[in-house]
C-alpha cells in the first residue's frame, strides 16, 4: 500500500510541472492580439488555470513532512503565486481570449481593440509585458520564494547538487524571462519537473528525502 502511494506521489509531482512546461511550449505569442490562434490561446489558458496551482502543489508534496523556517516559507509563497497567478492568468489570458473571440465573429474587429486592450494593458490583471502587471510581479516574486525557500529545505534535508540546481533555474525562470510562454515556462516547469524526478528517485531508493 505504502508502495502505491509512493508511485501516485511520483506521478503527481513529476506529472503535474511536466504536462504545465509541454502545455507552455504550445502557447501562441501575442504579437497581435486580434490575430491569435484563439483555439490554441484558449485550450492553453483553460488548462493553466488547474495546472498552475497542481504545479504549486507539487512544490510542496517535494517538502512534505520537512520542518523549518524555509519550508514554512516555501508553503506560503507557493499558495500565493497558486493564487494570483491564477487571477493574472484568468484575466490576462481568458478574458482576453473571449473578447477576441467576439471580435471575430464580427465584421468590424478593429472596432474591439480597445476594450481588448483595457484587459491587456491593465495594470493590475493586465497581460502586457512592457508594464508588467501587478498580479504576475506578485505571482512571479512568490514562485522565485517558494521555489528557492523549497531548495533550502530539501538540501537541508540531504538533497543532492543536481535537483538543487534544477529548482534553482525553475525558481528563475519566470523572472528571467519575464512569461510563462516559451522559453520561460517550459525552462522553468520543466526544471521542477526534472527536479522532482531526482528527489523522489533518491526518495526510492533512500526514505530520508
Not at 497542481?54 to 499558495?79: E, K, M, Q
Not at 490576462?92 to 473578447?99: C, E
Not at 473571440?101 to 476594450?115: G, I, L, V
Not at 516574486?141 to 530539501?154: E, I, P, Q, R, Y
Amino acid at each position: 500500500m505504502k508502495a502505491i502511494h509512493m508511485r501516485s506521489k511520483t506521478v503527481f509531482v513529476v506529472g503535474a510541472p511536466l504536462t504545465l512546461a509541454v502545455l507552455e511550449a504550445f502557447h501562441p505569442p501575442p504579437h497581435d492580439l486580434l490575430h491569435l490562434d484563439l483555439g490554441r490561446w484558449m485550450l492553453v489558458h483553460y488548462a493553466q488555470i488547474v495546472l498552475f496551482p497542481l504545479t504549486a502543489l507539487a512544490v510542496l508534496l517535494l517538502i512534505d513532512g520537512l520542518a523549518g523556517f524555509a519550508a514554512a516559507l516555501s508553503r506560503i509563497a507557493l499558495f500565493v503565486f497558486g493564487i494570483s497567478y491564477v487571477a493574472f492568468d484568468t484575466a490576462a489570458g481568458v478574458v482576453t481570449g473571449i473578447l477576441v473571440q467576439a471580435a471575430q465573429r464580427t465584421d468590424s474587429a478593429e472596432a474591439w481593440r480597445a476594450p481588448v486592450l483595457a484587459v491587456w494593458n491593465h495594470p493590475i490583471v493586465g497581460g502586457s509585458s512592457d508594464a508588467a502587471p501587478v498580479l504576475a510581479v506578485v505571482g512571479t516574486t512568490a514562485w522565485l520564494v517558494g521555489s528557492f525557500a523549497a531548495c533550502v529545505a530539501v538540501r537541508r534535508a540531504g538533497a543532492s547538487s543536481f535537483p538543487i540546481i534544477c529548482l534553482v533555474i525553475s525558481a528563475l525562470g519566470l523572472l528571467v524571462f519575464r512569461t510563462h510562454a516559451w522559453p520561460g515556462g517550459p525552462i522553468t516547469f520543466g526544471s521542477l519537473a526534472v527536479a522532482a524526478a531526482a528527489l523522489e528517485w533518491k526518495q526510492i531508493a533512500n526514505p530520508i528525502i
